[in-house]
Nanobody, 114 residues
Framework: VQLQASGGGSVQAGGSLRLSCAAS????????MSWYRQAPGKQRELVALITSGGGTNYAGSVKGRFTISRDNGAEMVYLQMSSLKPEDTAVYYC?????????WGQGTQVTVSS
């Protein structure tokens, strides 16, 4: 049972990155999948979530710039990040919530320079 996040890196402001999260050992298709982030010295915050039915919700700070999507067949969730800002710099975590409980991935670092 695990979530494996990847795709982080360093970009300049205005650039784009796509995060991926591979799930295994969970009932992926029925779980709510989310991306959280935690910047140094700050609490972890919800960035975006996607329900089993494909409904989405975004933090106000990323709305219009980030897009969350999922591929139930491949058991993957993605976060397309565009128009990145320095304040988007954080460790990004994949999360799964379902009947089996709450599961976190290991995190992937995103650094945006001005």
């Amino acid at each position: 049972v695990q979530l494996q996040a990847s795709g982080g890196g360093s970009v300049q402001a205005g650039g784009s990155l796509r995060l991926s999260c591979a799930a295994s050992g969970i009932r992926f298709s029925v779980n709510v999948m989310s991306w959280y982030r935690q910047a140094p010295g700050k609490q972890r915050e919800l960035v975006a979530l996607i329900t089993s039915g494909g409904g989405t919700n975004y933090a106000g700070s990323v709305k219009g710039r980030f897009t969350i999507s999922r591929d139930n067949g491949a058991e993957m969730v993605y976060l397309q990040m565009s128009s990145l800002k320095p304040e988007d710099t954080a460790v990004y975590y994949c999360n799964s919530k379902g009947l089996g409980g709450n599961l976190w991935g290991q995190g992937t670092q995103v650094t945006v320079s001005s």
